[in-house]
């Protein structure tokens, strides 16, 4: 009886043994791969579009693709209320997990967990966004900032209103209205700006808006109307951006003359104003509406099966895609780290490598089932952590964003050397501040 106790027992070992290795080798066959999101907040109306797309893409290549080479990706969202002691919080609590990426969404997260990435060894992807400073790989190999950094923004814009006034030199004696959100986000390009005033003669106005007033923006659009700035340039998120088109609207602004950087430029920022909206522009960088076979699949294999909290009428939005385009990035680089390596299940150090040597032509972006979605990513490397590649113009036409230029280049002749500066800037303001150990790839 006893030898039938001591067998049972064994049995049961075995099982529950089993179970435990399974529980391991299914943790050890995935990809971890945390989303820091704000789904609520003053910023939930541009967060959660861009939550939603992040994922679906995501989720799309675990149902479609079994993941990414041949690896299942462990997707998991952290919800930061776009609060910057909260996406730490979010960093910390992940970072036991062994993510291969983090993306704060956020510039002011960004700001506050780039100290800790060397430290962790987990490369931060802050998509078009956080310190443009982080484009220089040789201070920053941990942060990466493609497909184009603020000042490069700022420098397409400028491009755009020299074709539209005859040439940049006919600035001179100009006012360019700079309405921002208060922060470290609406801060970040104002050396360029200021750069370019001295440069071409133009004297900039500023109209900060506090994270509490950017739904009562009234006061300062009546300041617009007296100071009649002849270009204005918006850097909004969240709930100031429709405020600010309504504001404009409401005062007469010429919308034709009123250009918002890329993150406002949602449906949500146009649509409250409709038909007043129109002629209001922003950059983008990437393409807008479900006509590509990969949000097709999208529906097909996730929203469709009620794995997407994505309503069916939001998909193809221009936030939306812009959450599949930082997803895209993601996926590159992975499938990136593990040709470079030869392991299938990569390391945030060996995602790193794979940001640093990140490329997507136009043939790719097809492949992916993405034709013109994007500019070809072609210059990310070891020293040069963002590329600045092209965006273009869009246009509110009342109803719907309509592409309304070409791919616009940046003045990387004119940032390059800006954001060299400001990266000695910050190393020397953040001593001890850790050498480049990395090795770069030959590829890069």
């Excluded at 066959?29 to 820091?36: G, K």
């Excluded at 290549?61 to 041949?70: A, M, P, V």
């Excluded at 699949?297 to 996730?302: G, P, W």
Aim: with cysteine; proline share 6%; net charge positive.
């Amino acid at each position: 009886m006893r030898l039938k106790y001591l067998v049972l027992g064994a049995a049961v070992g075995s099982l529950v043994g089993a179970s435990v290795l399974a529980s391991r080798a299914e943790a050890q066959e995935s990809i971890f791969v945390p989303l820091l999101t704000y789904r609520t907040g003053p910023f939930a109306g541009s967060g959660i579009p861009i939550a939603n797309g992040m994922h679906d893409y995501l989720a799309m290549l675990n149902e479609r693709d079994g993941g990414i080479g041949g690896v299942k990706l462990v997707i998991e969202e952290c919800e930061t209320g776009y609060n910057n002691a909260k996406g730490v919080e979010c960093y910390e609590a992940v970072k036991s997990k062994k993510p291969v990426v983090v993306n704060p969404y956020s510039t002011g997260i960004t700001l506050a967990i780039i100290p800790k990435a060397a430290v962790d060894k987990i490369p931060i992807l802050s998509m078009a966004y956080g310190l443009s400073a982080s484009a220089v790989g040789n201070e920053f190999p941990w942060i990466f900032n493609p497909p184009a950094t603020y000042w490069d923004g700022l420098s397409m814009m400028f491009r755009y209103i020299g074709g539209k006034e005859g040439g940049l030199d006919k600035l001179k004696g100009k006012t360019i209205g700079y309405i921002y959100f208060d922060g470290g986000y609406g801060l970040e390009p104002i050396p360029l700006l200021e750069q370019f005033a001295k440069d071409y003669g133009f004297t900039v106005k500023k109209y900060p808006v506090p994270p509490a007033e950017m739904q009562n923006q009234s006061g300062l659009w009546l300041n617009v109307r007296r100071d009649r700035p002849d270009w204005m340039i918006m850097w909004g998120w969240g709930a100031m951006n429709p405020t600010a088109v309504k504001e404009a609207a409401k005062i007469n602004y010429p919308m034709d003359k009123f250009i918002g950087i890329w993150w406002s430029g949602g449906d949500d920022d146009a649509r409250p104003a409709g038909a007043d909206a129109k002629g209001y522009l922003t950059l983008n960088f990437n393409g807008v509406g479900t006509n590509y076979p990969a949000i097709q699949d999208i529906v097909k294999t996730v929203v469709d099966k009620g794995k997407s909290q994505t309503p069916k009428d939001k998909i193809g939005e221009n936030l939306y895609n812009r959450g599949v385009y930082n997803s895209v990035l993601i996926a590159e680089a992975i499938r990136n780290a593990q040709k470079i390596t030869g392991k299938k299940v990569v390391t945030g150090e060996d995602v790193r490598r794979g940001f640093e040597s990140l490329k997507i032509s136009a043939a790719r972006w097809k492949e992916l089932g993405l034709p013109e979605f994007g500019a070809p990513i072609e210059a990310v490397s070891c020293t040069d952590h963002n590329g600045h590649h092209a965006a273009y113009m869009q246009q509110w036409d009342g109803t719907k964003w309509v592409k309304v230029s070409d791919w616009i280049v940046p003045m990387k002749e004119k940032v390059r050397p800006l954001l060299e500066a400001a990266a000695k800037d910050y190393v020397t303001k953040n001593q001890p501040w850790p050498k480049r150990t990395e090795p770069c790839d030959k590829s890069t």
